[in-house]
Nanobody, 112 residues
Framework: QVQLVESGGGLVQPGGSLGLSCAAS?????MGWYRQAPGKQRELVAR???????YYAASVKGRFTISSNNAKNTAYLQMNNLNPEDTAVYYC?????????WGQGTQVTVSS
């Protein structure tokens, strides 16, 4: 069992920035960020593979940046130029040798 602890969500005005972090309690293959807005399905936001490839959803490309500190089993999501459509609960996901795991989620609200 691997636990994922997310932090960094909050309320921000349109055009603002927020950074999220996700710390895993054990070794992971790769990590990614997903989000779920009210009434919508959970969607992939960004993912970084163990080989170093990075995927971004079209809606966040150029505004969000995923990074990681492999030594600390931690992933980050820097979100810039946020807009109200980015409002959602953001979840961290990790693939490990014993399966996939989800964090508890952190709320990001973009509103003036």
């Amino acid at each position: 069992q691997v636990q994922l602890v997310e932090s960094g969500g909050g309320l921000v005005q349109p055009g603002g920035s927020l950074g999220l972090s996700c710390a895993a309690s054990g070794s992971v293959y790769d990590m990614g960020w997903y989000r779920q807005a009210p009434g919508k399905q959970r969607e992939l936001v960004a993912r970084m593979t163990s080989g170093g490839s990075i995927y971004y959803a079209a809606s966040v490309k150029g505004r969000f940046t995923i990074s990681s500190n492999n030594a600390k089993n931690t992933a980050y999501l820097q979100m810039n130029n946020l807009n109200p459509e980015d409002t959602a609960v953001y979840y961290c996901n990790a693939r490990t040798a014993v399966g996939g795991f989800w964090g508890q989620g952190t709320q990001v609200t973009v509103s003036s």
